[in-house]
């Protein structure tokens, strides 16, 4: 088995992986802002 480390693939992978981050923080986001509406929903006023 041979492993290398080709600099340039990962180079060119990075707009791959930042799109991939991004997605995780609007996915993140979205079960933020839903948690909060359904607190918001059924909370008792006191």
């Given at each position: 088995?041979?492993?290398?480390?080709d600099p340039?693939?990962?180079v060119?992978?990075?707009?791959?992986?930042?799109?991939?981050?991004?997605v995780?923080?609007?996915?993140i986001?979205?079960?933020?802002l839903?948690?909060?509406?359904i607190?918001?929903l059924?909370?008792?006023?006191k």
């Amino acid at each position: 088995m041979n492993i290398q480390f080709d600099p340039m693939g990962f180079v060119q992978q990075l707009p791959r992986m930042g799109v991939g981050m991004l997605v995780i923080f609007v996915v993140i986001g979205l079960i933020i802002l839903t948690t909060m509406l359904i607190n918001w929903l059924f909370s008792e006023n006191k």
